[in-house]
């Protein structure tokens, strides 16, 4: 029996090694950034259109590389390249002031059609889940519904963003442990700081007297999650009615995002509009285009 148990031990080693060296073979993009995903950001991700010329290529590069190193995987519904942009939208932005940052966590994406339970069905009774990082077997890979994906990008409005929240849960398990508390985000002495503040603000959820989605009280691990979205979907709003906090996801992101006019109106871009960069060409010949 012993002698199984180190063989099993040791060939788990064996394979984390082998997962992790096959993982290192980063694909970098090498190819131009196709006009249709510009298109979908453009459209979609108010984001990216708060962004400079040199950011947005920076963007541009990351959602290429994501898909070239992630897989997103439709289940029972059929995904486009919506779908996928958004998904891998949903992933840089968190960690946009990373440049250097990769998901070693992850291997896939897969779309459901709409929410789910634990067991990972998609019909009957007690579904209510729009997202989820697997554990376990399910190890490696994220779980989302289209319709809360979509839906992320297209209300400005509610302070949540399903894949974001994920993302963010996949960042704080980097360290090993869902505990929000990320190390790659909080240094040792801003840990305590930010535990305190998490109590405050949860205790202001219970009491009824905070405008944070109630979800984010329910467990330490779902707080940062949750404001997150805030932060990245509503970050004027954010700044004032929770300064305090604000100001330390500011410090963890690397990011002010009050600055960013996440609220401009969105329109539909045709080949021949002008190009929003202000180039003064139409679309087809400046950022829609394949060259």
């Known amino acids: 029996m012993a002698a199984v148990v180190i063989f099993l031990i040791a060939a788990g080693g064996f394979w984390i090694l082998f997962r992790s060296k096959k993982r290192s073979a980063w694909k970098e993009a090498k190819t ?26 920076r963007f541009e590069t990351e959602i290429q590389e994501f898909l070239l190193n992630h897989r997103v995987t439709g289940i029972d519904v059929k995904i486009d390249d919506v779908d996928r942009v958004l ?71 509610d302070k949540r963003n399903t894949a974001i929240h994920e993302f963010v849960h996949l960042i704080d ?7 929000g508390i990320p190390e790659a985000l909080i240094s040792r002495e801003f840990a305590l700081p930010w535990l305190k503040l998490i109590e405050q603000k949860m205790d202001e959820i219970h ?13 330490k691990s779902e707080f940062l999650p949750v404001v997150s979205e805030y932060f990245f979907e509503r970050p004027k709003l954010l700044a004032t009615k929770h ?48 060259d």
């Open 87 to 157: 998904v891998a939208a949903s992933a840089i932005i968190p960690i946009f002031q990373f440049p250097d940052w990769r998901y070693s966590n992850l291997f896939e994406v897969l779309i459901y059609p709409g929410t789910f339970n634990e067991k990972f069905e998609t019909s009957g009774k007690e579904r209510a889940i729009l997202g989820m990082v697997g554990t376990g077997y399910m190890n490696g890979k994220m779980i989302l519904s289209q319709k809360a994906l979509r839906l992320g990008f297209s209300n400005d409005t």
């Open 207 to 219: 009491a009824d007297d905070s405008d944070i989605n109630p979800y984010g009280a329910t467990d």
């Open 32 to 57: 131009s950034f196709p006009a249709s995903y510009r298109n979908i950001l453009m459209e979609r991700v108010g984001f990216y259109n708060t962004l400079s010329a040199e950011e947005k290529k």
């Open 173 to 179: 398990k980097e360290d090993g442990t869902i505990d």
């Open 243 to 290: 300064p305090e906090l604000y100001k330390a996801l500011e410090k963890m992101f690397k990011h002010d995002m009050e600055v960013r006019p996440l609220n401009q109106k969105r329109q539909e871009i045709r080949r021949n509009s002008a190009c929003p960069c202000d180039s003064g060409l139409k679309f087809k010949h400046c950022c829609g285009s394949d």
